[in-house]
């Protein structure tokens, strides 16, 4: 769906509508908006006792379901020819997600 997604946004000219600040604008929302998701689901998970373990599954699993639940309801919600140019947020915010992700199994 991802791969569709993504293909059908590049036939459409997406990287000719999207500029290089409004990419960068996406990017900065988008990191802001994964900090405070983290940043919720570590307080969360702390004020409700969890271990340690718990506490790291609760940070990786809580906010990682951006682009395979938002894919299939852009597919309803709006027509074909907008969904590449309405998923480009979220796409850049799930790899984000990712490098975050595997940012701090690293560590």
Not at 64 to 89: C, D, E, R, T, Y
Request: glycine share 8%; with cysteine; hydrophobic share 60%.
């Amino acid at each position: 769906m991802v791969y569709v997604a993504f293909s059908e946004a590049v036939i459409e000219g997406i990287w000719y509508k999207v500029d290089g600040w409004s990419l960068l604008m996406i990017a900065i929302v988008s990191g802001f908006l994964l900090a405070i998701v983290i940043l919720f689901n570590i307080y969360t998970a702390r004020y409700f006792g969890f271990s340690k373990a718990d506490e790291i599954t609760i940070v990786f699993c809580g906010s990682k379901k951006s682009l395979v639940n938002g894919v299939p309801m852009a597919n309803i919600l709006f027509p074909a020819h907008l969904v590449g140019i309405l998923l480009l947020p979220v796409m850049i915010f799930h790899q984000i997600q990712l490098m975050v992700s595997i940012g701090t199994t690293l560590r």
